[in-house]
């Protein structure tokens, strides 16, 4: 049986937790306060995901670049994909924050959106 050690992000205390691994699922964790841990840590080993940030360039607005976000966590697997597919985007200002400037990234059906308003 494998064991996996992570801090727990799931909630601000921050539980230092033991995943036993079995046939590369969660059998069993333990350290987690709160029931959050064990959803994180079950997740975390099985199944990763994250929130992608980063920034576009703008065409014709008050500035050159406006920071970007994945709407949803995506695999973790597919985090150079996306990036690799928000390289030649351009966005046309006015931008707001929510616009979707790319539909489905890298095939998640994920969404990026501005995280910032770029007004002309």
């Known amino acids: 049986m494998e064991t996996r050690e992570l801090i727990c992000i799931g ?3 921050g539980c230092p937790l033991k995943v036993e691994l079995e046939g590369g699922r969660a059998a069993a964790v333990t350290g987690n306060s709160c029931k959050r841990g064990d959803s994180y840590a079950r997740k975390e080993v099985e199944s990763p995901t994250r929130i992608v ?10 500035l050159a670049a ?11 697997g ?3 994909e996306v990036m690799k ?7 046309q200002a006015p931008i707001r924050i929510g616009d979707v400037l790319l539909s489905n990234a ?4 994920v969404d ?5 308003n770029v007004p002309l």
């Open 53 to 62: 940030t980063s920034s576009v360039a703008v065409e014709g607005g008050s």
């Open 78 to 80: 597919k985090i150079f």
């Open 85 to 91: 597919a928000l390289k030649g985007v351009k966005a």
């Open 106 to 109: 890298a095939g998640t059906g």
């Open 66 to 76: 406006v920071s970007v976000k994945t709407k949803e966590d995506i695999p973790k």
């Open 11 to 13: 909630c601000p205390l």
């Open 112 to 116: 990026i959106v501005a995280t910032k």
